[in-house]
């Protein structure tokens, strides 16, 4: 039998430390999707309003473009099923691909037709801007923003609005 050494105590950690986050991150509870626009869904994991970031799953079951965006923050990004790629690069986010998108780049995300279903772990810094074909602002997201869609959607499946709090830091 291993024999590990005794757990390091509470009183060795330090003072005002906030609690970690611990769940599953594929839900079996599909509310817990909260959906963004059809056959695109966003999975919140932690929302860190200290930091200005989120870690979530983003969900496409449909080929198309995801969206034109920009991240003034770095990104990082764990494909986990499926597929996607940027129409601005030539490569593939491939199942098990990991993905660093530097700040400043503008960059449109789409799914090609033989994708039933893409799943990928993004944590995103700061905020993203959204744009239209023209290049004019149109959208941002932001922690905050994120905070509140939730909040809306588990209020309306009736997971209730604090639900969210689980993720918040
Ligand atoms: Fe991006």
Redo the contacts with the bound molecule.
Sequence with gaps: MTKFPPPVPPERQPAGIIPEVVLKAEPDDERVWVPMEPNVWFRPLLLNTVGGYWTSLLRVRAAGVVSC?R?PGP?HGYVIKGKWRYLEHDWIATEGSYVF?PPGET?T?VVDEDVEEMITWFMVTGSMLYFDPQGNLVNYTDVFDRIEMCRRHYEKVGLGTDFVNQFIR
Excluded: D, K, T
Aim: hydrophobic share 35%.
């Design positions: 965006h991240h990104v998108e960059h995300l």
